[in-house]
């Protein structure tokens, strides 16, 4: 099979397109035939080997064997199953996020059954493959993690972006007055997916003012958390989404204040697990509450480019790779 292979960290031009084995699935994983993938932050931040920490998952100094084809997010048809799988059979059309299995930009992936979902029936594969990371990273910011109430006041930074796109709409489902922040490019597509209102980070700084919010879901994790405490309300919670992991210290560094004071606002990192909420999310989408957003869509022999595009940041929603052996969608 065709996949593309990093083997040292760096710029996506060190990528290439190889053959390779087809993987063999275990006793409890299926073999999927791969019609469409995406790209999310951690394929990014995986390839350049950044921040350190993660090379201890991939390799210290090179990227270690079975840990070499990125691509977590990927729609396919079961081509095999191992022994102990009962939810699904060959033929069935699938979609979810591979998380520590990978291997999703390459035409042929293994996945745990707990990993997948059926594919909604009214999305391509393309679609599909947008779904998984920022659909379920955006319902438990928003549900598990920021425990949103209907009229409450949602501001969304990054608001453009996978995660951000979703979390606009489920959001605005919830009965929620959402503000999205993002550059000026975006904010068209920010408002067509449902945002009340749009603030162009370029321009103005949302923590400057004076406004206040019920919850603030982060997908960019850059800026000082103290900068967000003067945006939230005194009940008010910040879920941190994406970003830099180097803000994490703060985040408990903030809660623990607050477990000494009367500090009542409340600072959150997002880590529920892969995949839970997928199959809401998956009804939604059969339901026309919820429609993934695509940007571009790039052949499997694009990655690098589409990986230099995503690393530009200009992308709004998501972009996806779809495979040359699956043209139907």
Same mark, same amino acid.
């Given at each position: ?30 073999? #999927? ?48 199953v191992?022994?102990?799988v ?31 979902e ?23 910011g ?22 951000g796109?979703?979390?606009i709409?489920?959001?605005k489902l ?28 370029? *321009? ?18 850059? *800026? ?60 939604? #989408? ?6 993934? #957003? ?20 200009r992308?709004?929603?998501? #972009?996806v ?9």
């Open positions: 099979m065709k996949a593309i292979v990093f083997t040292h960290y760096g710029p996506p031009d060190g990528l290439e397109l190889k053959e390779v084995p087809k993987p063999t699935p275990k006793d409890d994983e299926l073999l #999927i035939s791969v019609h469409a993938s995406s790209i999310n932050s951690w394929d990014w931040e995986f390839l350049n080997g950044i921040p350190f920490i993660n090379r201890l998952m991939f390799g210290l100094l090179k990227p270690k064997p079975g840990k070499q084809i990125l691509g977590a997010d990927i729609a396919g048809t079961v081509e095999a191992g022994r102990h009962t939810r699904f059979q060959p033929g069935d059309e699938v979609f979810g996020d591979l998380w520590d299995n990978w291997g999703g930009f390459a035409e042929y992936a293994c996945a745990h059954e707990t990993a997948l059926p594919k909604p029936a009214n999305s391509t594969f393309e679609e599909a493959a947008a779904v998984p990371q920022a659909g379920v990273l955006a319902l438990q928003l549900r598990k993690t920021g425990q949103m109430q209907p009229g409450q006041k949602v501001l969304i930074n990054g608001a453009g972006g996978g995660v796109t979703f979390a709409q489920l959001a919830s009965g929620a007055e959402v503000t999205g922040v993002d550059a000026s490019h975006k904010l068209n597509v920010v408002r067509s997916v449902g945002a009340d209102h749009v603030i162009d980070y370029t *321009r103005e700084d949302f923590t400057k003012t004076g406004e206040r919010y019920d919850l603030i879901i982060d997908c960019q994790g850059f *800026r000082s958390m103290f900068d967000y405490k003067r945006a939230l309300r005194p009940e008010g919670t910040y879920a941190m989404v994406g970003g830099s992991m180097l803000r994490v210290p703060q985040l408990f560094l903030l809660n623990f204040w607050a477990s000494l004071t009367r500090e009542s606002r409340k600072f959150r990192l997002v880590a529920e697990g892969p995949n839970k909420g997928l199959a809401d999310l998956k009804e939604l #989408i059969e339901a026309g509450k919820l429609v993934p #957003i695509v940007d571009r869509t790039y052949q499997l022999s694009e990655v690098p480019e589409a990986l230099r595009y995503f690393g530009e940041g992308h709004t929603g998501k #972009i790779i779809a495979m040359e052996h699956n043209n139907k969608t």
